[in-house]
């Protein structure tokens, strides 16, 4: 019953190659966010959805693309990997309710670009 | 200069202590957030705040809107508390309901 998962958990790919990681919730929310977190710069926003096929950049775009044809789905595509790519993503969703905006994260993807 | 700056980044205390960890940022903002990511890396939301204080079990949050600073304390501090702890706002300015991210400070309570 996480409400949010990631798939998948653990990625290694080659340099050039494409990826696509998926994120899946059950909670009918509005907004989903993608986020990788590497060692020394905390959380960056790639990524957000504020809809179904309503999507913007965040502040480290380049390189990613997404799409959400459905509220549960919210994909993360790396057109063609780099090294630069390799960290941790995730997932993160929120709704509102009289003006709480709790976020709900998936666990991660740890992905490898060699 | 970032937006949101937590201090101290590193803390290595024996259990039993008193822990805070602080948090200043520099923008307007709707909401602070106190997170906390276990070693495992799975990030849980601990706090929201928009003024005053909270308290949950041996966890208290507080912000001063003025100052634009706010505090996360821990009483009776345990290993388990072992973590990282992250403060993010969101800005006044935000219409998507974006947070503005903290480094994070890592916390390793000692038996």
């Known amino acids: 019953d996480a409400g949010i998962t990631q798939s998948p958990r653990h990625k290694v790919t080659e340099t050039g190659t494409p990826v696509t990681l998926r994120c899946h919730q059950t909670?009918?929310?509005?907004?989903m966010y993608w986020y990788r977190q590497d060692p020394g710069h905390g959380l960056r926003l790639i990524h957000y959805s504020y809809g179904v096929k309503d999507t913007d950049k965040g502040e480290v775009s380049d390189g990613y693309s997404v799409s959400r044809s459905k509220t549960e789905d919210f994909l993360l595509t790396l057109e063609s990997a780099t090294s630069s790519q390799t960290s941790v993503y995730f997932c993160a969703i929120s709704s509102q309710s009289q003006g709480w905006n709790g976020y709900t994260f998936g666990s991660g993807t740890r992905l490898t670009v060699v | 200069k970032n937006e949101v700056e937590q201090s101290p980044q590193n803390l290595t205390a024996q259990e039993g202590e008193f822990i805070t960890i602080n948090c200043s940022y520099s923008?307007?903002?709707?909401?602070l957030h106190w997170l906390q990511q276990h070693p495992g890396g799975g990030i849980v939301s601990l706090f929201m705040l928009s003024s005053g204080k909270k308290k949950h079990g041996r966890l208290i949050a507080t912000i001063n809107i003025q100052e634009k600073h706010s505090s996360l304390h821990i009483t009776a501090s345990h290993p388990r508390d072992s973590a990282v702890y992250i403060c993010a706002v969101r800005s006044i300015m935000d219409s998507n309901y974006q947070l503005i991210w903290g480094a994070g400070t890592k916390l390793i309570i000692k038996p």
């Open positions: 909670e009918n929310h509005r907004y």
């Open positions: 923008v307007g903002i709707s909401a």
